[in-house]
């Protein structure tokens, strides 16, 4: 058996809040709200449906690349798509029940270690729990057991191994230069292997202190060194002939070229990587000699002949092993490459100071709570899937107190096991693999650091923070607006905790814009509100109560809260314990509530004090009104600025603005319609270039974009009516007149799920159906419109 597996590493780090447990904005990652949205819209959605095209640039085929190749599902990211991009994640769990029939009953998803800690500098409870966690996390998501499971950066260690394999774990997967010697199965002697010359096309027996074993398959890694940072993803076909003629000249014995490279490369890194996959992907499975599989299934057919030594504490992006994530060894970016990593020591000392700090004493309280500490530990992270609903909950404690606990007790226990569950997360790789401790990564990890100092302050009394900011002064910083640690620290994560009063206070002020509260929306928080006083949008003012409950913790409390919003930079939020109701009317009934507020409230904010993420969401719903005013101006003045104009008096500055805008906005409220008069879209559009106006062409496109997938859903939902299909082929023609930028990905897909239908009406058609076929002649100006090829 000659076979070739493409193994691609799917993986985002955790970027939610520790106190919210939602991902807040990341302005480098515009126009998206945040990297997990942009990195889903250039890599995990593109592979569900990647494009083969025809040799006209025609889409011929989609595949669902994930249904082909060997990768791994890590929990960060799955949760993060589930919550927001259930129709990426629900294309991807479907990719593996179709795998499984393709190879032999082996599922192409593998597991991984919860968070991306780098095992080999894990304590060994931790390690233990980033495999418990990895396996519960995949079998509740895929329905099954993972047979492999993918260590962050590939960082190995012999305890690692031996606990993965304890967990059921069969395989896992290394760069070649982790392989020490190797040996076939019955000799005595080893034969090391230099420079990482390890022979990649066949698996080997990795056999370990506890007596058990796991299998290792050391990836080629000329071969995905090209994918990864090459030109091999510039030609699906180059690429496969690469795999293809990687095998030996010996024919008589099996052999599987297989690779692996961060999965992001096909997309994301590489642009239109995922085609250059797909297209790969078909041309090895239309081989002759060669055949597609997965490692699961290769194992089974072909179980190891050799055995292999494995060089521990290594990694594959670390030519020094593992000092990448504690030291100043050089390894960086490249964006950087005259800047000091001096900084990663203190961060991973302060890091493990909280770690070793808490453990001991978390494991003492628990003791006499819950039966066994270390199996209600392993057993939180179904709280965690569950997203600490009342019924887990319950079940957890029946489970885990089975004498029964009171209301004290328990929210002691979920407050001990989140803080331990953010002392796991304080120790994700990426917290120092870049080139700052200013950086998103390094930041992240210092955030769930004093989520776990908190909670470790609040339940145990224990005051690790004074001590981890003493660390966070040894660490210098290169960018030039901080000069330690502990200044980062201070600028960039100390904002970020929320206490429950902040939560009201927030939950206050997304209620003026009818929206909820991140905290809520996460589902990390219970939330209840009570508003007796309440204006509409256009004075914004509300008063009530306000409960906040930690699904996580348990913490509860009960605030009177209010808001007055008259403009971004005129934002007045009161909170307090609740008190007499007579203050409400007070603050209500008088003229200048805002400045009511600071005398009424305990705790006040205001403008200042709004997070990013607080001041995205208000924007966005009051930039439309901005639109809005411009345009109602416009329409006072009009009458005047016409008889300017028939005057001869040249207009202001000011309204030759006004006219710009309106005309735009007509252009908006054209293809928002779809197009009805396409003339007068040609016409307008021809007096703004008369006039050199610059319209907003990627809004414009955006809600071209917008109407042509809703019109398609239309048409998918009413295959016989051609109606949908010709407001498409109209927004389409008036779109090029510019032309617009079209976002095309999700309307290319309906459109090919329509082609089956097409099939059955052009025969329809074909047998003098009339109304079969205007539609087939409508459905085919709209493929030939997206690109789509339908014969």
């Known amino acids: 058996m000659r076979a070739v597996c493409i193994h691609g590493h799917f993986y985002q780090p955790p970027r939610e809040n520790p106190w919210l447990g939602e991902v807040g904005v990341q302005r480098s990652a515009a126009p998206y709200h945040d990297w997990n949205e942009r990195v889903t819209a250039e890599c995990y959605a593109p592979n569900t449906a990647a494009r083969i095209l025809d040799d006209d640039g025609m889409i011929e085929e989609l595949v669902n690349n ?37 190879y032999g009953g082996h599922g192409s998803a593998i597991a991984c270690c919860y968070n991306h800690v780098i095992m080999p500098l894990a304590a060994r409870r931790d390690k233990h729990t980033q495999v418990a966690w990895g396996v519960r996390d995949f079998a509740s998501r895929f329905g099954r057991e993972p047979e492999g499971m993918w260590l962050s950066e590939t960082a190995v260690d012999i ?84 795999l293809t003629g990687a095998f ?142 009342d019924e887990c909950v319950a079940a957890f404690f029946a489970r885990h107190a089975p004498g029964g606990i009171d209301a004290e007790g328990r929210q002691r226990v979920l407050s001990l096991l989140e803080a331990e569950r953010q002392a796991m997360l304080m120790q994700t790789s990426c917290g120092w693999f870049f080139d700052d401790i200013t950086e998103p990564g390094s930041v992240q990890v210092m955030r769930h650091a004093k989520r776990a100092m908190d909670l470790a302050r609040q339940v145990l009394g224990l005051d690790l923070e004074v001590r981890f900011v003493e660390f966070l002064r040894r660490a210098p910083v290169n960018d030039p607006g901080y000069a330690t640690g502990a200044e980062v620290y201070d600028a960039l ?89 007579e203050a409400f009317r007070t603050v209500w009934d008088n003229s200048d509530p805002a400045g009511t507020i600071p005398g009424t409230f305990s705790r006040v904010y205001t403008a200042s004090d709004l997070s990013d993420e607080e001041r995205w969401a208000v924007a966005r719903e009051i930039a439309p009104g901005i639109g809005d005013t411009v345009s109602r101006v416009y329409r006072d003045s009009a009458a005047l600025i016409g008889v300017l104009d028939d005057l001869g008096i040249p207009a202001p500055g000011a309204a030759v603005r006004l006219q710009a805008h309106a005309r735009a906005e007509r252009l908006f409220a054209m293809l928002k319609e779809g197009c009805p008069d396409p003339g007068r879209f040609f016409a307008l559009a021809e007096e703004v270039r008369r006039e050199s106006i610059e319209p907003d062409l990627a809004a414009l496109g955006e809600a071209a974009s917008r109407r042509i997938t809703l019109v398609l859903r239309a048409a998918a939902a009413r295959p016989d009516d051609p109606a949908p299909l010709e407001e498409v082929s109209r927004i389409v023609r008036c779109a090029k007149v510019f032309p617009l930028p079209l976002a095309l990905w999700e309307s290319q897909n309906i459109c090919v799920g329509m082609r089956g239908h097409y099939a059955e009406a052009r025969e329809r058609a074909g047998r003098g159906d009339g109304g079969a076929g205007r539609w087939v002649e409508a459905f085919g100006r709209v493929a030939a419109c997206l690109g789509v090829r339908v014969t």
């Open 66 to 102: 994930y249904a082909r190749i060997s990768f791994t599902a890590a929990p960060t990211l799955f949760a993060w798509l589930e919550r927001h991009r259930p129709d990426i994640y629900g294309a991807i769990l479907d990719a593996d029940r179709e795998s499984r029939e393709r």
């Open 159 to 242: 305890e690692s191994l031996d606990l993965m394999a304890a967990a059921g774990i069969r395989y896992t997967v290394l760069a070649p230069h982790q392989a020490a010697g190797v040996r076939a199965i019955g000799e005595e002697g080893w034969t090391d292997i230099p420079d990482g010359r390890v022979e990649t096309r066949m698996p080997y027996l990795c056999r370990l202190p506890s007596g058990g074993s796991i299998a290792v398959f050391f990836y080629d890694g000329a071969i995905s060194r090209d994918v990864a940072f090459g030109d091999l993803l510039s030609d699906g076909r180059r690429f496969a002939d690469r």
């Open 248 to 389: 030996s000249r010996e024919r008589g014995r099996p052999e599987l070229v297989h690779i692996a490279t961060d999965a992001e490369t096909y997309g994301h890194h590489r642009e239109f990587g995922e085609m250059a996959l797909a297209y790969c992907l078909r041309e090895i499975e239309a081989h002759r000699d060669v055949r597609l599989t997965v490692y699961g299934e290769y194992l089974d057919v072909h179980p190891p002949t050799h055995e292999a030594a494995v060089c521990e504490r290594t990694s594959w992006s670390c030519a020094h092993g593992i000092e990448r994530w504690r030291g100043e060894c050089g390894c960086h970016s490249g964006l950087h490459p005259g800047w000091s990593q001096a900084w990663r020591g203190p961060l991973r000392e302060a890091i493990e100071m909280v770690r070793d700090a808490l453990a001991p004493r978390s494991e003492e309280a628990l003791t006499p709570l819950v039966r066994d500490p270390a199996e209600a530990r392993d057993d939180a992270v179904d709280l965690v899937l569950a997203g600490w609903s």
């Open 493 to 581: 994560v100390l904002p970020a905790a929320v206490d429950l009063s902040r939560i009201a206070a927030g939950t206050a002020l997304y209620a003026l814009f009818g929206l909820e509260h991140p905290a809520a929306a996460s589902g990390m928080y219970a939330v209840g509100v009570d508003w007796p006083y309440r204006l509409n949008a256009k004075e914004r003012r509300i008063l009530g109560t306000v409960r906040v409950r930690s699904r996580a913790t348990g913490e509860e409390a009960l605030f009177d809260t209010g808001a007055c919003f008259s403009g971004i930079d005129r934002v007045v939020i009161g909170v307090r314990e609740p008190g007499a109701g």
